[in-house]
């Protein structure tokens, strides 16, 4: 049991490990020229030279970052509820939500600059933007997957319809929730991210499209290097909110635990 706890604990790094083998050897075997490919050891370098700059900018990008994700998470839980509970909700904002994320959020970032300026508000409401609605979605659908049966008994016993959503509803839509949350944060990256690219002196939006125009490549992997760092890092925060919250839910399957996986 440790042994197979540790196994599954090491893959990542060992996984990562052999793809950075790789990317390097390739880059020095074909002898790629830095400015298209740096290898991950010149990229490491431009990590610990310039450090305290790059820092800076991510500090900056994940605070723009977690202040969509939280307005996401607030405005995505409601209107999962409101529509995984209402059939006539459902009916009328649905589609309408539909087609909302349907539009590219780059088109929709200088319409957000138009109204409030370059700065740090349209990089969290681009990040909001992108990432509410996974979580609509989900909670939505886990509203919908409530038994009939369950439901039926409960109506029986006196359980009133507020009461069935507050009692059983949402609490077996929390999986579903949760679930949403660990997209929601990777897309609230990328929407920060896209708005810093366009519309912000600051932020490692702006840090990669200032290093592409002087052609310092290097520079520019590494900035992708912090936001997916950050990304695994609000990723494995999430996880582990979830496991604490939802742990009733079963991970691993019955294929995975037969073959020790």
Same mark, same amino acid.
């Given at each position: 049991?440790?042994?197979?706890?540790?196994?599954?604990?090491?893959?990542?790094?060992?996984?990562?490990?052999?793809?950075?083998?790789?990317?390097?050897?390739?880059?020095?075997?074909?002898?790629?020229?830095?400015?298209?490919?740096?290898?991950?050891?010149?990229?490491?370098?431009?990590?610990?030279?310039?450090?305290?700059?790059?820092?800076?900018?991510? @500090?900056?990008?994940? $605070?723009?970052? &977690?202040?969509? /994700?939280? +307005?996401? =998470?607030? *405005?995505?839980?409601? !209107?999962?509820?409101?529509?995984?509970?209402?059939?006539?909700?459902?009916?009328?904002?649905?589609?309408?939500?539909?087609?909302?994320?349907?539009?590219?959020?780059?088109?929709?970032?200088?319409?957000?600059?138009?109204?409030?300026?370059?700065?740090?508000?349209? @990089?969290?409401?681009? $990040?909001?933007? &992108?990432?509410? /609605?996974? +979580?609509? =979605?989900? *909670?939505?659908?886990? !509203?919908?997957?409530?038994?009939?049966?369950?439901?039926?008994?409960?109506?029986?016993?006196?359980?009133?319809?507020?009461?069935?959503?507050?009692?059983?509803?949402?609490?077996?839509?929390?999986?579903?929730?949760?679930?949403?949350?660990?997209?929601?944060?990777?897309?609230?990256?990328?929407?920060a991210v896209i708005a810093e690219?366009?519309?912000?002196?600051?932020?490692?939006?702006a840090l990669i499209v200032a290093?592409?125009?002087?052609?310092?490549?290097?520079?520019?992997?590494?900035?992708?290097?912090?936001?997916?760092?950050?990304?695994?890092?609000?990723?494995?925060?999430?996880?582990?909110?979830?496991?604490?919250?939802?742990?009733?839910t079963v991970r691993d399957t019955?294929?995975?635990?037969?073959?020790?996986?």
């Amino acid at each position: 049991m440790a042994h197979s706890k540790l196994k599954k604990q090491l893959m990542p790094w060992l996984v990562g490990l052999a793809a950075l083998a790789v990317w390097e050897l390739a880059c020095r075997a074909a002898r790629i020229p830095d400015f298209i490919l740096p290898p991950p050891s010149l990229v490491s370098w431009i990590l610990v030279l310039k450090a305290p700059d790059i820092l800076w900018q991510a @500090a900056y990008t994940l $605070a723009t970052t &977690v202040g969509g /994700f939280v +307005i996401a =998470v607030a *405005v995505g839980l409601t !209107l999962g509820v409101l529509i995984g509970s209402s059939r006539l909700v459902y009916k009328g904002l649905y589609p309408v939500l539909i087609g909302f994320n349907s539009i590219p959020k780059v088109a929709v970032v200088p319409v957000l600059v138009i109204w409030f300026g370059v700065g740090a508000v349209p @990089a969290v409401l681009s $990040a909001f933007l &992108v990432s509410f /609605f996974p +979580i609509v =979605v989900n *909670v939505a659908t886990g !509203l919908a997957t409530i038994q009939p049966e369950l439901i039926d008994v409960l109506r029986s016993l006196g359980a009133r319809r507020l009461q069935i959503l507050t009692k059983v509803g949402i609490p077996g839509s929390m999986p579903y929730f949760f679930a949403s949350l660990k997209i929601a944060i990777t897309l609230a990256f990328v929407g920060a991210v896209i708005a810093e690219t366009i519309a912000s002196n600051r932020g490692v939006g702006a840090l990669i499209v200032a290093a592409g125009a002087r052609f310092e490549v290097p520079l520019v992997f590494a900035g992708l290097v912090v936001i997916a760092a950050m990304g695994v890092a609000m990723y494995a925060v999430c996880a582990r909110i979830e496991r604490r919250l939802t742990f009733w839910t079963v991970r691993d399957t019955a294929l995975a635990a037969s073959t020790g996986g």
